[in-house]
């Protein structure tokens, strides 16, 4: 099993910028990919970024250029760091990390983009 707790949502201006993290506990050798998505009521959850063990990231194209997403192994720690937020990018964020067997989500953090 591998639980989850992310933080570092909230309140920003457009413009502003964020950092979310997600910290794994439990059989977290077993983890290989290590993702963030969101989900606005009414639409499905979309894929935001995912890193694999090697380090090498993907990210929808909507937040290409704007948000970073790394990993810390050691800390068994994923961070998506968010800059020159929208108001398009509010959401719930989820991290979700995935072994070769089972996928576990987090609760989920709120990210709201407003003046």
């Known amino acids: 099993q591998v639980q989850s707790v992310e933080s570092g949502g909230g309140l920003v201006q457009p413009g502003g910028s964020l950092r979310l993290s997600c910290a794994a506990s439990?059989?977290?050798?077993?983890?290989?990919?290590m993702g963030w998505y969101r989900q606005v009521p009414g639409k499905q959850r979309e894929l935001v970024a995912s890193?694999?063990?090697?380090?090498?990231?993907n990210y929808a194209n909507s937040v290409k250029g704007r948000f970073a997403i790394s990993r810390d192994n050691a800390k068994a720690t994923v961070y998506l760091q968010m800059n020159s937020l929208q108001p398009e990018d509010t959401a719930v964020y989820y991290c979700k990390l995935s072994t070769n067997a089972v996928d576990y989500w987090g609760q989920g953090t709120q990210v709201t983009v407003s003046a």
């Open positions: 890193i694999g063990s090697s380090g090498v990231a």
């Open positions: 439990g059989v977290i050798f077993r983890i290989t990919t």
